[in-house]
Each structure stands twice: as structure tokens, then as C-alpha cells.
Nanobody, 122 residues
Framework: QVHLVESGGGLVETGGSLRLSCAVS????????MAWFRQPPGKKREAVAF???????YYRDSVRDRFTISKDNVGSTVYLQLDNVNVEDTAVYYC????????????????WGQGTQVTVSS
């Protein structure tokens, strides 16, 4: 059974850094795309970044040059490094797993973690 477990969330000051991890157990596909989404308070879930099986990365404009998505060599753990955070980054962050070709849309992802809270203080 596929499990995605996020960790690393917490409280951070504006301008600070945080590293989120997502451990994947028993992936259902031989190759897959991994993404990080977030849901700010009172807003819809939005894609933050995703990484293809081949390692190509994509970022939403508001986090490009501040966040970095990466994965380990076997693809069992995906990371999101958050640098120079601001209060607009406050959200529950979710990792998601989808088939190759998955991109920006939540509907493309079949498996989700439980979420981890990131709170940025001013």
C-alpha cells in the first residue's frame, strides 16, 4: 500500500529556512512525478513545485529562487527546501505522487500525504 509521510514543518520567522521531507513507501509505478502542494488558510490548494522522474523541476512563480525541490537517488524521499520565507508561505504543505506527466493540477495526483503545517511569523 502506498504511503506518503511528510515531516519538517513548524514555525519559522520571516526570512528563515525550513526543510520538508516526504517519505514514499511502496510506490505504485516504476517511475512517477512528485509534487508539493500547499493550502493557505481560507484558500484553495495550489501547486508549489514538482519534480519528474528524470529530475526536471518546476516551480510556481512566487517561490522560484526561494524554494528547491529535490529527491534522493532512489526516489523514495522528496524534499522541499524553503528559504527566505515570508508570511504568504504560511500553509499546510502536502506531498503528492502521480504518474509520469503529472504537472500542476491536483487531480493528476493519485496519492497524498497527510500534510505538514508551516507557519511563518512576521
Amino acid at each position: 500500500q502506498v504511503h506518503l509521510v511528510e515531516s519538517g514543518g513548524g514555525l519559522v520567522e520571516t526570512g528563515g529556512s525550513l526543510r520538508l521531507s516526504c517519505a514514499v513507501s511502496e510506490p505504485p509505478f516504476s517511475d512517477f512525478t512528485m509534487a508539493w502542494f500547499r493550502q493557505p488558510p481560507g484558500k484553495k490548494r495550489e501547486a508549489v513545485a514538482f519534480i519528474s522522474w528524470g529530475g526536471t523541476t518546476y516551480y510556481r512563480d512566487s517561490v522560484r529562487d526561494r524554494f528547491t525541490i529535490s529527491k534522493d537517488n532512489v526516489g523514495s524521499t522528496v524534499y522541499l527546501q524553503l528559504d527566505n520565507v515570508n508570511v504568504e508561505d504560511t500553509a499546510v504543505y502536502y506531498c503528492a505522487l502521480g504518474s509520469p506527466g503529472s504537472s500542476w493540477w491536483a487531480d493528476e495526483y493519485n496519492y497524498w500525504g497527510q500534510g505538514t503545517q508551516v507557519t511563518v511569523s512576521s
